[in-house]
Structures are given as C-alpha cells and as structure tokens.
C-alpha cells in the first residue's frame, strides 16, 4: 500500500472482502482486513480471524483468549475506526492512520507481522498520532473543566468509560467526575467515594515504605534479599546478589507470580505473603541480578517480605501506619473481596465466551499484595500525591530518590524506586499505572506544574484515552 492521502478506496473495500472469501491473506493485506472485523466487532469473527491470522508461538504464549479479549476491549473502547490515510510499512509493521469514533482522537493502528512466511500477526496496537495542524490556544482552568466534562459525556454514551477522574492544581480541584457503573447487574452508579482496585499503583507504597525503613536505619538498599527472606522462597543459583535495590528497580531477574499456577488455583487462599510462595518458589530467574530490568511482580512480593522481616509489621499494617495514616487515606486499603467492604467498585470486561460484561471478581486473589491489588478513592490519591511532594511520607532527599531515574543500576529509563518517570525535564511526571482483568488505574503528579491527575476505572484498557486527552488540555493551560 502506498502512503497516499488519495488511495484507491475500492481497492480498499476488495481487500476487506478477502478474508470472508477463503482467500490467504497476503501480507500487505492483513491491515486493511483487520479494520473491518474491528469495525464489526463480532467475537465469533474476531475468534476466528485471530486463530488463522496471528503467529503460533503469540497463540502459544498467551492463548488465543487473551488474544480476542484484548481486541473485544480495544473495539469497546474506542468504537469504529475511520480511515485516515494508509502509511508505509516500518519494520514489519502494517501502519494505518485511525480516528476513533468513541473519543474523536487519532491513532495509528499497528498491526506487527513476523518476518518471515507465513508473516502471522505478532500483536496489533493503537498508537497515539495527534491531529495534525493543532492551534495551540491558552486555556483556563474553567475551560479545561468544561472541555473534560464534554469528553467524559462522550464517553459515558459510548459505554467507553466507566470510573471517576480528578484534575488537581495542587490542593485546588480543577475536574472530578464519576461515570458509569460500580455494579452493573443492580445499576449502582459510580460515585467520587467509590473505592476503586489500583493493580500496580501499589507498587508505589510498597517502595516507599521500604524507603520508610531505609530513613529508620532498618534497612539499607544494598542490603542481601537472603538476610530477610528463607532460602524456600528461592531458587538455586545468583539468588545471594538479590538486593533490596535490584527488587525496587525490576532488576533482581525474579519473574511474574501471575502464571498458569495462579490463574488455576483457588483464588481465596491469597490472604497474606505466605500464601503466595508456592507460586514463586523454586522459579528460575531470568538473569543475573543487576545484569538488565524485566518488570518483577514476584519481586515486588519479595520487597513485602523484607518490610515485614526488617519492620516486625505485616506488611499491610506497616503501610497502614506509614503511608495511608499519614496521608490521611481513610478509604484505602487491600480489602477482601469477600468481605462485605463499602462502596468497592466491581471491574467488568469483554471476555471471548460472552457477548456481555463480564465481571473479574473470580480472576482476581482474594486480597492484594506488595504488588497490587489494592482499593483507593480518587480524594485519598490526591491526599497522596500531596503529602509525597510535601515530604510528609518520607523526606526530601529518600522522596526524590523514588521518583528519579535508576538507569545507573540498569533499570528502565522510566522507572525509578517504584514510580514510573517521564514527562519533559521542565514538566516531570512521576506516579504508576495498574492494570488487570476489570481494572485500569492511573495516578500522575506533576512535579514541576503542580498538577495532580488520577484516573481511576472498572473497565479493562479505558485509561489511556482520557489520560491522553487531559496532558493535551494541560499542556495549554493558562496556569
């Protein structure tokens, strides 16, 4: 396919009828074919299509559920796509310019094939392309308001967002909305109170209370994960070199305790640290601690541990006092699911068995971990991300060291103690995304403009859209 402004739609429209007419796909026409079964959005088409299109091994890896849910969550999301121009393949990628229906924003769909015969799809995603031509006008505080609050009703229509945003100036609330559902079944709307599960935001206290006993002189970050941690949890080999500062940058080489073994087992015995061992011990690692960075869950848990051994507190008791107290998080915590815990909002997705929502309470342990798995509030992470960047959490020099970049220690670029890094130099965002079946969260704090962002939802992949529109209307705003 050329790039082209005026390429030949019936030519187009030829291609999309060839993966209904038996024909082999050729491998120029995987993305053209693609975008009509998302624009039809039918889980037996799409089922079907992926099992003949994407490569074994993806198939292998993740199994063709995941597949299919990930695209029936992606099509909810943003609703039909319309074509903007066709752009040239980049790497084995097939590359279109896309306007989504359900959020008005431009992406290019990327569709990655192998390189080889029979070129199977890889992954396919929606990468943000802003709109070309954009006037850049200065916007008050009451326009970026107003602005949202049109956005969030486009999406609340579109069924393509359900949760609670806030935009924050420091202590002044710009924006807060909630949409959608905490209950779908019994029409329980979402509230501002509404207590929300963060997946990986919680990454963020468990690093920061590990820094916590850091300034008590508890631990030190060069410290041997062996100190703390029985021999039973490990496997043989480098485990001896585990710090306590390769579990806080992903570079221990420990994997993901979110595995086959977990996702088979009875979900109500993951109550404590404990519980979760027979699911990491023994696994190899990766590689050698310290050598390079794989994102870690498992040393994440392991991180809990150490803040228990060092502390002589559960871990969630340590948190409690440390982080949730102080910062006044009275709605905060890592609740039982089958508690009966006030105002939990329960997550839905699009799963391949069902044309309907599906709930994910079943897919998920009973009680988060050092990990994630937690519930908060949108005001109690605004109480948050004040009281971190007032140092009341933690003092300046150990609150900084959190949220700057570790690549000295072969970390990510964006990663620091626990707390994604990004942003411009004279515009840093700092805080953690989360993401599961069911959830979606994200907390961003701009250091150096004082904005506070926190997008919370009980929809699978519906954060990036509206995080993507509020850095747009941030970066004019007429502050």
Do not use: C
Request: charge should be positive; hydrophobic fraction near 40%.
């Amino acid at each position: 396919m050329s790039n082209k402004k005026g390429f030949d739609l019936k030519s187009f429209i030829f291609l999309f009828s060839l993966v209904f007419s038996g024909h082999l796909l050729a491998k120029e026409e995987m993305s053209s074919s693609f975008l009509q079964l998302f624009n039809k959005g039918d889980r037996h088409d799409v089922k079907g299509y992926l099992l003949k299109n994407m490569s074994h091994s993806r198939i292998q890896t993740y199994g063709i559920e995941a597949h299919v849910g990930a695209f029936l969550n992606l099509q909810n999301t943003h609703g039909k796509l319309t074509l903007l121009d066709v752009l040239s393949e980049e790497n084995n990628n097939e590359r279109l310019l896309v306007q989504s229906e359900n959020n008005q924003l431009t992406f290019t769909l990327i569709i990655n094939r192998e390189a080889q015969k029979p070129y199977g799809m890889n992954y396919f995603i929606l990468r943000d392309s802003p709109a070309r031509g954009d006037v850049k006008v200065r916007l008050s505080h009451k326009k970026i308001a107003n602005e949202l609050s049109i956005f969030m009703e486009r999406l609340r229509k579109k069924d393509a967002f359900s949760g609670v945003v806030l935009v924050a100036k420091k202590e002044e609330i710009i924006f807060n909305q909630a949409v959608g559902f905490a209950n779908k079944e019994w029409r329980v709307k979402n509230t501002l109170d509404t207590r929300f599960a963060l997946g990986s935001i919680n990454k963020m206290f468990t690093a920061l209370a590990a820094l916590k006993l850091v300034e008590q002189g508890k631990i030190k970050l060069d410290d041997k994960l062996v100190d703390y941690v029985d021999r039973s949890w490990l496997p043989e080999g480098e485990v001896d070199q585990i710090t306590v500062r390769h579990l806080m940058t992903h570079t221990s080489g420990l994997g993901n305790f979110f595995n086959d073994e977990f996702n088979d087992s009875n979900k109500e015995l993951y109550r404590d640290l404990e519980s979760y061992k027979p699911l990491i011990a023994g696994a190899p690692l990766n590689f050698s601690p310290g050598s390079r960075n794989r994102y870690s869950n498992s040393g994440m848990l392991m991180l809990g541990l150490v803040i228990e051994k060092a502390s002589g507190l559960s871990y969630y008791d340590f948190v409690q006092k440390y982080i949730y107290d102080r910062a006044n998080m009275a709605d905060s915590g890592s609740f039982e699911l089958d508690s009966t815990t006030p105002k939990l909002a329960t997550g839905y997705l699009k799963r391949m068995h069902s044309d309907n929502w599906v709930k994910s309470t079943y897919t998920r342990a009973v009680k988060g971990s050092p990990a994630g798995g937690g519930f908060s509030t949108i005001q109690d992470l605004h109480r948050f991300a004040l009281a971190l960047t007032n140092y009341k959490l933690l003092n300046k020099e150990l609150t900084e060291q959190a949220y700057s970049e570790k690549t000295a220690y072969n970390s990510a670029k964006w990663y620091g103690y626990g707390f994604s890094v990004g942003g411009q130099p004279d515009n840093r965002i700092v805080g953690h995304g989360g993401a599961y079946l069911g959830v979606d969260a994200r907390l961003d704090i701009h250091l150096d403009t004082g904005y506070v962002v926190v997008i919370l939802a009980n929809q699978s992949n519906v954060v990036s859209p509206v995080r993507r529109k509020i850095n747009e209307l941030l970066a004019n705003a007429d502050y």
